[in-house]
């Protein structure tokens, strides 16, 4: 089993940056994937970002437009969603996800946080 939970939402202004993080625990290994979703209300959930548990294979969905960086720390056991250049577009609810499939579906993902909402002002 994998527990994970994201902090670091918030109210921001555009323009600003904000850094989500998951913190995980539990049964992981090297090979697991990490990834960041979105959802706002009456849409699907939307691929943000992911990497593997051991540091490599970082990967953005095209919206991110080198705006995001995906990182993880493993004497932490953290993976971190530093966000700059925040548009209004981005908000919605944040959520962290562990896998073992390196995808961009949400329904390869097998553990889910509870989310972290990011609201962008205009």
């Known amino acids: 089993q994998v527990q994970l939970v994201e902090s670091g939402g918030g109210l921001v202004q555009a323009g600003g940056s904000l850094r989500l993080s998951c913190a995980a625990s539990?049964?992981?290994?090297?090979?697991?994937?990490m990834g960041w979703f979105r959802q706002v209300p009456g849409k699907e959930r939307e691929f943000v970002s992911r990497?593997?548990?051991?540091?490599?294979?970082?990967y953005y969905a095209d919206f991110v437009q080198g705006r995001f960086t995906i990182a993880r720390d493993n004497v932490k056991n953290t993976v971190y969603l530093q966000m700059n250049y925040l548009k209004p577009e981005d908000t919605a609810l944040y959520y962290c996800?562990?896998?073992?499939?390196?995808?961009?579906?949400?329904?390869?993902?097998?553990?889910w946080g509870q989310g972290t909402q990011v609201t962008v002002s205009s």
């Open positions: 990497i593997k548990w051991s540091g490599t294979r970082a």
């Open positions: 996800a562990a896998g073992v499939i390196l995808s961009t579906k949400d329904d390869h993902y097998d553990y």
């Open positions: 539990g049964r992981i290994f090297d090979n697991y994937v």
